[in-house]
T-cell receptor
Framework: EAGVTQFPSHSVIEKGQTVTLRCDPI?????LYWYRRVMGKEIKFLLH????????ESGMPNNRFLAERTGGTYSTLKVQPAELEDSGVYFCASSHGGLGRYNEQFFGPGTRLTVL | LAKTTQPISMDSYEGQEVNITCSHNNIATNDYITWYQQFPSQGPRFIIQGYKTKVTNEVASLFIPADRKSSTLSLPRVSLSDTAVYYC??????????????FGSGTQLTVLP
């Protein structure tokens, strides 16, 4: 079974440009999460989808970040316009459901974003 | 959300047992304790989860005392490939709700030959 995949693995852009990150969760997982780690900081939650609906977006830093999950399958996270402080590693995770394996989340390898 | 405290780093040698302790003094009644492992350039990976006493799986054991204010992840006979960052997370498992994970600083375990 394929795990969570993320694209691209690395992205280098200039300040003011737009970048779109993609996440493909494990097939059948209704829950999809975005996290990020900025330089020297802890991994922080950004938002949580249940199917195509945003369940919790309390971690989104500002309105330059837009996440979508059309059709409840893959998700995109767009940063527009990118700022220097957006540099970091963006992780996507998915889980099967609320209970079962105690909400075990499966993480992708992350996208390393560098804003110059 | 309960705050966790772990050692920043630990060193061990191949073949030894490693115990990493996490403090979570304000753990709530509904909170479970979960440990994740992260290798460089990879996302975190679930290791083990428990509520009280002892839990064991194929890779680790988790010891939780009666007061649940701390927990200890035990890795038997570590190898070089166990070098990674280990995170202790505490959070509630709500009925019908899959929730965000709250990561702390983690413990960098380095296994030496």
């Amino acid at each position: 079974e394929a795990g969570v995949t993320q694209f691209p693995s690395h992205s280098v852009i200039e300040k003011g440009q737009t970048v779109t990150l993609r996440c493909d969760p494990i097939s059948g997982h209704d829950n999809l999460y975005w996290y990020r780690r900025v330089m020297g900081k802890e991994i922080k939650f950004l938002l949580h989808f249940v199917k195509e609906s945003k369940q919790d977006e309390s971690g989104m830093p500002n309105n330059r970040f837009l996440a979508e999950r059309t059709g409840g399958t893959y998700s995109t996270l767009k940063v527009q316009p990118a700022e220097l402080e957006d540099s970091g590693v963006y992780f996507c995770a998915s889980s099967h459901g609320g209970l079962g394996r105690y909400n075990e989340q499966f993480f992708g390898p992350g996208t390393r974003l560098t804003v110059l | 959300l309960a705050k966790t405290t772990q050692p920043i780093s630990m060193d061990s040698y191949e073949g030894q047992e490693v115990n990493i302790t996490c403090s979570h003094n304000n753990i709530a009644t509904n909170d479970y304790i979960t440990w994740y492992q992260q290798f460089p350039s990879q996302g975190p990976r679930f290791i083990i989860q428990g509520y009280k006493t002892k839990v064991t799986n194929e890779v680790a054991s988790l010891f939780i005392p009666a007061d649940r204010k701390s927990s200890t992840l035990s890795l038997p006979r570590v190898s070089l490939s166990d070098t990674a960052v280990y995170y202790c997370l505490v959070g509630a498992i709500s009925s019908g709700s899959a929730r965000q994970l709250t990561f702390g600083s983690g413990t960098q375990l380095t296994v030496l030959p």
